[in-house]
T-cell receptor, first 116, second 112 residues
Framework: DQQVKQNSPSLSVQEGRISILNCDYT??????FLWYKKYPAEGPTFLIS?????DKNEDGRFTVFLNKSAKHLSLHIVPSQPGDSAVYFC???????????????FGKGTKLSVKP | DGGITQSPKYLFRKEGQNVTLSCEQN?????MYWYRQDPGQGLRLIYY???????QKGDIAEGYSVSREKKESFPLTVTSAQKNPTAFYLC???????????FGNGTRLTVT
């Protein structure tokens, strides 16, 4: 059973508009969430993270929102740029329950296409 | 320039042969990880090591083996016991703390 779900395999957005990527999780012990961005034939690169003690974290054009009661997080990219076109992975871990980076659970990814 | 080096980028092997994938890091990170990615799938953890001479199985360790004799190196051997070895393999490292993973650029293994 998938503990981290990214239900949209793909998303297409016009340049300059907002991109919203969604992620749902089932394990209530998850308390640390990350987003990674991946280009073809390359390794993922870390984008932004959020701890469960927060409900929002912002870094430039990227903002992650966490709704613990709904077990849902989202990544907002504003404004979207063609260079943002990549696969975005959501990942979660139960860091305060004996977990570690070795217990990161990844979603299947959402492929974002930003059209000029 | 610090980073993680995976070599080779592409690897081809015949079925029944063991193959070892290289992963080297110069980030001075304690922890290292091996993930596998299949088309349309998320990353799945094969093995990880939090310190030299110690490692733990991940979710899909069957058919794989690792060693961690040096802090900088964490090679992965794909044995003939691995039923579906063709995949994209990613190595990662992190400081031994609550920090994001740094990934290498991966090795695409094709077994025919």
């Amino acid at each position: 059973d998938q503990q981290v779900k990214q239900n949209s395999p793909s998303l297409s957005v016009q340049e300059g508009r907002i991109s919203i990527l969604n992620c749902d999780y089932t394990n209530s012990m998850f308390d640390y969430f990350l987003w990674y961005k991946k280009y073809p034939a390359e390794g993922p690169t870390f984008l932004i993270s959020i701890s469960s003690i927060k409900d929002k974290n912002e870094d430039g054009r990227f903002t992650v929102f966490l709704n613990k009661s709904a077990k849902h997080l989202s990544l907002h990219i504003v404004p979207s740029q063609p260079g943002d076109s990549a696969v975005y992975f959501c990942a979660a871990s139960a860091m305060n329950y004996g977990g570690s980076q070795g217990n990161l659970i990844f979603g299947k990814g959402t492929k974002l296409s930003v059209k000029p | 320039d610090g980073g993680i080096t995976q070599s080779p980028k592409y690897l081809f092997r015949k079925e029944g042969q063991n193959v070892t994938l290289s992963c080297e890091q110069n980030l001075n990170h304690d922890a290292m990880y091996w993930y596998r990615q299949d088309p349309g799938q998320g990353l799945r953890l094969i093995y990880y090591s939090q310190i030299v001479n110690d490692f733990q199985k991940g979710d899909i360790a069957e058919g794989y083996s690792v060693s961690r004799e040096k802090k900088e190196s964490f090679p992965l051997t794909v044995t003939s016991a691995q039923k579906n070895p063709t995949a994209f393999y990613l190595c990662a490292s992190s400081p031994f703390s609550n920090s994001p993973l740094h990934f290498g650029n991966g090795t695409r293994l094709t077994v025919t």
